[in-house]
């Protein structure tokens, strides 16, 4: 499980590392995935989501893997900047469910110049 | 690209005050949300509408009303403001057709009740 704030998931890295973060979902019928990024004071910003049908899937230097098998998605962003040093968190939704989807409680990042 | 909107980013008020959020989509979209994120609980769901004049309670909706006269407006009133509802403010919206989930939030309020 994950939580946020002052128990927040923390990863730091070094500016030019790649970054991992991770998302263990529980629910096997969802079939979208969502990841947002939440700068400090600021809304949740959309910035991939991946389907069950599909394994992978790449945007500009983020890539989003998904294991159905284990309900695990992760999310890589290659050649980390300081500007992506925000809270990352998942959210996934049911195949024919309802409008709201389940958000994961978020992993901070924090990247080192 | 989806914008939204909201009224205010940070708002002091008082005890037992009347407080109204505002929200607005630019997008045409169905659906719209109310979320207070709190350290320690994530994201939590107010109220939710899928239509016009429609509304759902989510998780938290005590203390909480909505409205939504028209369809990129959806606003969340606290009847009388308690302290217990100091938090962050966020409103979604979706577009909730042909499989269009993802929802895109606003910047957020910020809201101190002393």
């Known amino acids: 499980g994950e939580s946020v704030g002052l128990h927040l998931p923390t990863l730091s890295v070094q500016e030019g590392d790649n970054s991992i973060i991770n998302c263990a979902y529980s629910n096997s019928a969802s079939d979208y995935f969502i990841w947002y990024k939440q700068e400090s004071g600021k809304g949740p910003q959309f910035i991939i989501d991946i389907r069950s049908n599909m394994d992978k899937r790449q945007g500009q230097r983020v890539t989003v893997l998904l294991n159905k098998t284990v309900k695990h998605l992760s999310l890589q962003i290659a050649a980390t900047q300081p500007g992506d040093s925000a809270v990352y968190f998942c959210?996934?939704?049911?195949?024919?469910?309802?409008?709201?989807?389940?958000f994961g409680r978020g992993t901070s990042l924090i990247v080192h110049p | 690209d989806v914008k939204v909107t909201q009224s205010s980013r940070y708002l002091v008020k008082r005890t037992g005050e009347k407080v109204f959020l505002e929200c607005v989509q630019d997008m045409d979209h169905e659906n719209m949300f109310w979320y207070r994120q709190d350290p320690g609980l994530g994201l939590r769901l107010i109220y939710f509408?899928?239509?016009?004049?429609?509304?759902e309670k989510g998780d938290i909706p005590e203390g909480y009303s909505v409205s939504r006269e028209k369809k990129e407006r959806f606003s969340l009133i606290l009847e009388s403001a308690s302290t217990n509802q100091t938090s962050m403010y966020l409103c979604a919206s979706s577009d909730g057709r042909g499989g269009g989930e993802t929802q895109y939030f606003g910047p957020g309020t910020r809201l101190l009740v002393l």
């Open positions: 959210a996934e939704k049911s195949a024919g469910g309802s409008y709201i989807p389940t």
């Open positions: 509408s899928y239509d016009v004049k429609m509304k």
